[in-house]
T-cell receptor, first 110, second 114 residues
Framework: TQLLEQSPQFLSIQEGENLTVYCNSS?????LQWYRQEPGEGPVLLVT?????EVKKLKRLTFQFGDARKDSSLHITAAQPGDTGLYLC??????????FGTGTSLTVIP | DTEVTQTPKHLVMGMTNKKSLKCEQH?????MYWYKQKAKKPPELMFV???????INESVPSRFSPECPNSSLLNLHLHALQPEDSALYLC?????????????FGPGTRLTVL
């Protein structure tokens, strides 16, 4: 059973379009991370969100942590081919426990 | 510096070979992790070391044997692997024990078992 469900699982869009990826759970997390991963490489940390309702922006990427700290979203504005990759959310709980989401594979077509 | 290094980058081994994967971090992190990942799937946790002691073993077969020689190093010893063990093996580290803890990943070792 996966604690964190991501949607959509696959997404293929044209360059310049906007998109949102969701990361949902029925469990509360003390913090949540978003990573982007390219094939054959390790996940690269994009952001950590900690406070319920928190919004963080990283250039064209906007991350939000749900008020109850059970869910999160990643919004990309004007997607570019360089945004292509596997997006992973991961929730942290006590005792070095991290739970990965099911992953969203994004392809941005030039 | 948030770098975790892993060697080798690629490894091809036969089912009777013995090999080791290495991971190193110099961020002063006290928790280190091994994950296995198949293509386009999320990483699957294998082992967690906290303060150099094995704290989590996710029912991993004994042909995988972790070792933490010191707080900066993590090894994964491989013996008598099966072709289905072919995957990307990821090492990660985190400060350990913090409510806002964050994992940092290495680039991975691409393992192929023939």
């Amino acid at each position: 059973t996966q604690l964190l469900e991501q949607s959509p699982q696959f997404l293929s869009i044209q360059e310049g379009e906007n998109l949102t990826v969701y990361c949902n759970s029925s469990s509360v997390f003390s913090s949540l991370q978003w990573y982007r991963q390219e094939p054959g490489e390790g996940p690269v940390l994009l952001v950590t969100v900690v406070t319920g309702g928190e919004v963080k922006k990283l250039k064209r990427l906007t991350f939000q942590f749900g008020d109850a700290r059970k869910d999160s979203s990643l919004h990309i504005t004007a997607a570019q081919p360089g945004d292509t990759g596997l997006y992973l959310c991961a929730g942290a709980r006590s005792g070095n426990q991290f739970y990965f989401g099911t992953g969203t594979s994004l392809t941005v077509i030039p | 510096d948030t770098e975790v290094t892993q060697t080798p980058k690629h490894l091809v081994m036969g089912m009777t070979n013995k090999k080791s994967l290495k991971c190193e971090q110099h961020m002063g992190h006290r928790a280190m992790y091994w994950y296995k990942q198949k293509a386009k799937k999320p990483p699957e946790l294998m082992f967690v070391y906290s303060y150099e002691k094995l704290s989590i073993n996710e029912s991993v077969p004994s042909r995988f044997s972790p070792e933490c020689p010191n707080s900066s190093l993590l090894n994964l010893h491989l013996h008598a692997l099966q072709p289905e063990d072919s995957a990307l093996y990821l090492c990660a580290s985190s400060q350990g024990g913090l409510r806002t803890d964050t994992q940092y990943f290495g680039p991975g070792t691409r393992l192929t078992v023939l």
